[in-house]
C-alpha cells in the first residue's frame, strides 16, 4: 500500500531537508550513509602544502596535478537550493496530485512492469543495469565515460586510475560525497515527502528481481524522485557543460542510468522522469554558482590538460579520431534520438496539451558551454524551441517552469542562427 501520511508532518520533513542543506554538502543523508564511497577525496593543506587523499601517480613530463585547497570545502551559495526549502521539492511538485490520479498511477505501474519483464530475455542490459546502480557509491565516473569514446573514455579512466584528475574527482566523484553534490540535491527529503512505495514493493508478484550477490539492489527507501537518476543527472550535465563535445552523448548516458532502475523494478518511469528534473535543476544552480562554476571550469582544464599530455591530441581531436573510426558512443543525432526517447516515457497527457513552454528561470545556463556566444534570453529561447509537448503528468505548467519538457541534449547540439533583431531560429 501506498502511504500517504499528515501534510504537517510531510511539511516537516522538507524543513528539515533544508537545514540539513546549510551543513557541509560532503556530507550524505541518512538513506544513502551506506553507500558512501570509503574513498577520501584529494585535498590539499592550505599551511603545509601536503595533501591528504589518495596520491597521484607522477610521471616526467607531465603536469602535476594540483588538488583543491581546504577553502573550496565549504562556501558556495548553491549548497542550498533555489527553490522553496532549499531543495528541489518545488521542481517535483507535481506529484502531490499524481498521487491522486489513479489512472496515472496504473500507467505508471503498468509501463515498469513491461520494461523490467522484458528484460528477462537481455542478460546484456540486466548486467548493464546492475553495474549502475553499483556506481552510484563512488564508480559513477568511471560508468559513464565510456560515452566519451573509446580513446577519450580509455584516457580519462586511465588519468582516473592514476588519481590524476583530484579536482574532477573531489567535484564529482567519490559517490554521494561529491562536493558538487550534496544533501540539498539529494532527494532524500523529497522522497520522505511523497513517501510513495516502490514497484516491487506495491507488485512484488508482477516485478522480477534481478539480484547482485555483491550489493542489495532492492533499497526499500521511498520510490520518488529517483536518487540515482538525479545523482547520474546532475553529474552528466555538469561534465556536459565541461566537456561540450561529447555533451549529448553524455546526457544520454545519464539517461540510460535512469531508465536501469526501471528496468531493475526498483523505480517507475514517473520516478526517473522527477530524478531528471532534480538533477538538471541542481546542476543549473550549481553552475548559476560564480564560485562552484570556476571550480568546475578547473577541473576541466585538469582534465584537458592531462587527456592532452597522456595521448598527445586536444579533446577535440580525440572525439573527431572516434568519429573517423566509428568509435563514438554515438554520434550526436543518434544520441539526441535516444535521450529524446527516455524524456517523457509516452505517458498519456494528464495535463492540457496546448501549454506554452515556460523555461525555467536558471536553466538557460545549461547552455553556457555548448552555445557560449548566445546570451542568456537566446539560450532560452533555444530551450524553448527544443522543448517536448505540454502534458505530461509531471509538466508543471504555472509560472516557475517546465523542467519536465527542456530536452538539453537536442538545444545542445541545436544549429542556430542569430537574426538581425537579436531573435533566434533552431535546425536540428
Not at 151 to 170: D, N
Not at 172 to 196: Q, V
Not at 261 to 274: A, K, N, Q, S, T
Not at 296 to 320: D, F, M
Request: hydrophobic share 40%; proline share 6%.
Amino acid at each position: 500500500m501506498t502511504r500517504i501520511f499528515n501534510r504537517g508532518v510531510s511539511r516537516r520533513v522538507l524543513a528539515l531537508g533544508a537545514a540539513a542543506s546549510f551543513t557541509v554538502a560532503s556530507f550524505a543523508p541518512a538513506a544513502q550513509a551506506g553507500e558512501l564511497s570509503s574513498k577520501v577525496p584529494q585535498v590539499q593543506g592550505s599551511s603545509s602544502g601536503s595533501s591528504i587523499g589518495p596520491s597521484p601517480v607522477q610521471h616526467p613530463g607531465a603536469p602535476v596535478p594540483q588538488p583543491f585547497g581546504v577553502d573550496y570545502l565549504a562556501g558556495f551559495e548553491s549548497d542550498i537550493s533555489s527553490y522553496q526549502f532549499g531543495n528541489y521539492w518545488q521542481v517535483v511538485r507535481g506529484f502531490d496530485q499524481i498521487k491522486h490520479q489513479p489512472e496515472v498511477l496504473e500507467e505508471n505501474m503498468d509501463k515498469v512492469v513491461a520494461i523490467n519483464n522484458a528484460a528477462a530475455d537481455d542478460p546484456e542490459l540486466i548486467a548493464r543495469a546492475q553495474s549502475d546502480a553499483k556506481a552510484s557509491s563512488g564508480g559513477m565516473l568511471e560508468a559513464i565515460s565510456d560515452s566519451m569514446g573509446e580513446s577519450l573514455g580509455g584516457a580519462f579512466r586511465e588519468a582516473l586510475a592514476e588519481h590524476r584528475l583530484p579536482k574532477t574527482q573531489y567535484l564529482l566523484g567519490n559517490g554521494y560525497a561529491a562536493r558538487a553534490g550534496g544533501i540539498a540535491s539529494s532527494t532524500f527529503a523529497e522522497k520522505y515527502y511523497f513517501h510513495y512505495d516502490r514497484p516491487f514493493v506495491q507488485a512484488p508478484d508482477a516485478i522480477n528481481r534481478y539480484e547482485d550477490e555483491s550489493k542489495d539492489l532492492y533499497s526499500t527507501s521511498p520510490a520518488f524522485p529517483s536518487g540515482h537518476t538525479n545523482q547520474a543527472t546532475w553529474i552528466t550535465t555538469l561534465m556536459a557543460s565541461m566537456l561540450p563535445e561529447v555533451g549529448p552523448q553524455l546526457m544520454l548516458r545519464g539517461a540510460e542510468a535512469g531508465n536501469h532502475r526501471v528496468v531493475l523494478g526498483v523505480h517507475y518511469p514517473l520516478d526517473v522522469i522527477g530524478g531528471r528534473m532534480t538533477g538538471q535543476a541542481a546542476a543549473a544552480d550549481r553552475l548559476n554558482d560564480d564560485r562552484m562554476r570556476d571550480a568546475l571550469q578547473q577541473a576541466a582544464q585538469e582534465i584537458r590538460e592531462e587527456i592532452q599530455w597522456r595521448t598527445g591530441k586536444s579533446v577535440e581531436e580525440l572525439v573527431a579520431q572516434d568519429k573517423a573510426e566509428g568509435k563514438e558512443y554515438r554520434s550526436t543525432a543518434d544520441a539526441v534520438d535516444e535521450y529524446t526517447d527516455f524524456l517523457d516515457y509516452d505517458f498519456t497527457p494528464s495535463n492540457p496539451k496546448d501549454a506554452p513552454m515556460v523555461v525555467p528561470q536558471a536553466a538557460p545556463v545549461l547552455l553556457a558551454a555548448s552555445h557560449p556566444d548566445l546570451t542568456p534570453e537566446q539560450r532560452a529561447e533555444v530551450l524553448r524551441q527544443t522543448a517536448r509537448p505540454a502534458g505530461n503528468p509531471l509538466d508543471w505548467q504555472g509560472k516557475d517552469g517546465s523542467w519536465q519538457r527542456l530536452n538539453v541534449a537536442r538545444a545542445m547540439a541545436a544549429q542556430v542562427n542569430v537574426n538581425a533583431d537579436g531573435s533566434v531560429s533552431v535546425q536540428g
